[in-house]
């Protein structure tokens, strides 16, 4: 992820709405394991956060979302 910044994104995005997810969803989940699954969460975040970025990983992501750095897939139809 620390070359790629669409797979950063979109990793980091997913891992987010897991985290507010177990928020919403607690219920599910015994709250040790909940906690659990937060922290390993966290210690994913920090990991990815702290390792080096490469060039064009910086200039993608001063970019941002405001452009398409993606390739939208089509939907296949199926007989």
């Given at each position: 992820m620390?070359?790629?910044?669409g797979s950063y994104y979109t990793s980091t995005a997913?891992?987010?709405k897991i985290?507010?997810?177990?928020?919403?969803?607690g219920p599910v989940f015994q709250p040790e394991d909940a906690q659990h699954i937060q922290e390993r969460i966290g210690q994913l975040l920090d990991a990815?956060?702290?390792?080096?970025?490469?060039?064009?990983?910086?200039?993608l992501a001063r970019i941002g979302t405001?452009?398409?750095w993606y390739i939208d897939v089509e939907e296949i139809e199926r007989a």
């Open positions: 620390s070359k790629d910044w997913n891992l987010d985290r507010n997810g177990l928020d919403r969803h990815i956060e702290q390792a080096p970025k490469s060039l064009k990983w910086r200039a405001r452009m398409q």
